[in-house]
Each structure stands twice: as C-alpha cells, then as structure tokens.
C-alpha cells in the first residue's frame, strides 16, 4: 500500500466521476490510517505535518465515500440531497429544477459535477441532445417511438465518464451469445459523436468497462448449458 499513490488515485477518481474507484481508494486509505498508517501529503509541494495531512485525509475519505454511495445508490447517478442544478454543456441554457423534468422536457446525458463552478450537473439541452445517445435516460415514450422505428438497441450499457461499452444480445444456434462494442463520445462543433480510437488516459477507463460488461454477460448468460465459455467475444 502506497498511501500517495492511493491518494492521487483517490483525486483522480473524484475528478472522473468514477465513484467505484472513489470508494475503492477512500476505503484502502481509511483503513491504512486506522493501522497506524503514515498519511500522504495531502498538498504534494508542502509539508504540511502528519496531523493536517491525517486530518484532511480522513476528512476527505469521509466526504468522497458519502457522495459516491449516493450517486451509485440512484439509478441514474443523480445523488439524493445535491440541490438540482443543471447547465448545458454546450450552451448557456439552464434546465428545469428536476431532474425528471429535464429527462421530460428532452434533456440528455445529465452527468453529476462535484467539480462544476456554479452547477451541480451538466447535460445537453434539447436542442443540443442527441436523443439516440443515452438510451437508459430517455423517457418511455420517447424509448417506444425508438423501438417503433425498429432500431436494434444494446441490451445493456456500461458508461464511465466519456468511455462506453454497448452489449449486444445476437440469436445464434448455440442460444443468446452477446458482443460488445467500446467507444469514446465526443464533441464535435455541436455534435456528440463516437470513436473507437483511445488516448491514453482513456485507456483505463476502457478496461474498466470491458471488465464490467464481462461481468454482466457472465451473469446474464444463464439459459444454455454450454454457457458463454471458451467463446470469444467480437469486439
Ligand atoms: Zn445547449
């Protein structure tokens, strides 16, 4: 155990929006205090002595665990108790004071943004949404007129950040086999695009989501008695 390492990791995770990561490493450094553990210095280019470094560090663990719980504990990742304010990415537009609002009013990609200057959550206004981008926060009607239009839409979606993997359910002889598609949405001029070219930072974030659909296909692979073993998945 490193405890800098974990601490870096610990920020990091924060500025991502990862709030697993966040856990994982507020937990290790909670636990490497509470044994007698030296802290890290909390403010790298200044000694600031091991009692503010404890104090801050516990302080911190204690505030990032909190948030992360609460976003991971809403099926949207919109933690109970932020007060809803929300910007566009895009634009100066600000949208309506709920969430379910906004989903209604045709709001898209509401993301939770500790980190924001004067806003709790960033997402893209109607007019800048691409409606097709986040299935899992269009409203049901919306969805039908999606299926309506008989578009084949992933069977589950696995987000972090800006990385995605879609898992797709095929019919194949051998039963219901999945595949998985990774991609990485950005902006371009207006427009929300995807790309299966990653940089280096996003590299991470890609395993993660690979080991995350792995385990939803695993666990979602139960009708055939030959399972999903030994087949390889296309990516
Ligand atoms: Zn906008």
Same mark, same amino acid.
Request: a negative charge; glycine letters at 6%.
């Given at each position: !155990?490193?405890?800098?390492?974990? +601490?870096?990791?610990?920020?990091?995770?924060?500025?991502?929006?990862?709030?697993?990561?966040?856990?994982?490493?507020?937990?290790?450094?909670?636990?490497?205090?509470?044994?007698?553990?030296?802290?890290?210095?909390?403010?790298?280019?200044?000694? !600031?002595?091991?009692?503010?470094?404890?104090?801050? &560090? *516990?302080? &911190?663990? @204690?505030?990032?665990?909190?948030l992360?719980?609460? &976003? /991971?504990?809403?099926? *949207?990742?919109?933690?109970?108790?932020?007060?809803? @304010?929300? @910007? #566009?990415?895009? #634009?100066?537009?600000?949208?309506?004071?709920?969430?379910?609002?906004?989903? #209604?009013?045709? +709001?898209?990609?509401?993301?939770f943004a500790p980190n924001?200057?004067?806003?709790?959550?960033?997402?893209? #206004?109607?007019?800048?949404?691409?409606?097709? /981008? /986040?299935?899992?926060? =269009?409203?049901?009607?919306?969805?039908?007129?999606? !299926?309506?239009?008989?578009?084949?839409?992933?069977?589950?979606?696995?987000?972090?950040?800006?990385?995605?993997?879609?898992?797709?359910?095929?019919? =194949?002889?051998?039963? &219901?086999?999945?595949?998985?598609?990774?991609?990485?949405? *950005?902006?371009?001029?207006?427009?929300?695009?995807?790309?299966?070219?990653?940089?280096?930072?996003?590299?991470? /974030?890609?395993?993660?989501?690979?080991?995350?659909?792995?385990? +939803?296909?695993?666990?979602?692979?139960?009708? @055939?008695?030959?399972?999903?073993?030994?087949?390889?998945?296309?990516?």
């Amino acid at each position: !155990m490193d405890p800098q390492e974990t +601490w870096k990791r610990l920020i990091a995770a924060f500025i991502a929006y990862d709030w697993d990561a966040v856990l994982e490493s507020a937990d290790a450094l909670q636990s490497w205090l509470n044994n007698e553990g030296f802290p890290p210095e909390t403010i790298p280019e200044q000694r !600031m002595g091991c009692d503010w470094n404890r104090t801050v &560090v *516990y302080a &911190v663990c @204690s505030y990032a665990t909190d948030l992360a719980r609460r &976003v /991971l504990n809403d099926e *949207y990742g919109i933690p109970i108790g932020i007060p809803f @304010s929300l @910007s #566009c990415r895009e #634009c100066d537009a600000f949208g309506p004071e709920s969430f379910e609002s906004a989903i #209604c009013e045709g +709001w898209r990609a509401i993301e939770f943004a500790p980190n924001a200057v004067a806003e709790n959550f960033f997402g893209d #206004c109607p007019e800048h949404a691409n409606p097709e /981008l /986040l299935p899992a926060l =269009t409203t049901p009607n919306k969805e039908n007129d999606i !299926m309506a239009n008989d578009k084949k839409r992933p069977v589950e979606e696995v987000r972090i950040g800006r990385i995605r993997a879609a898992i797709w359910e095929n019919q =194949t002889e051998q039963g &219901v086999r999945h595949n998985v598609t990774i991609s990485r949405l *950005y902006k371009d001029g207006n427009d929300w695009k995807d790309t299966a070219s990653f940089g280096r930072e996003d590299l991470l /974030l890609v395993a993660k989501v690979v080991d995350q659909a792995h385990t +939803w296909i695993y666990e979602h692979a139960n009708g @055939s008695a030959n399972g999903e073993n030994g087949h390889s998945e296309e990516f």
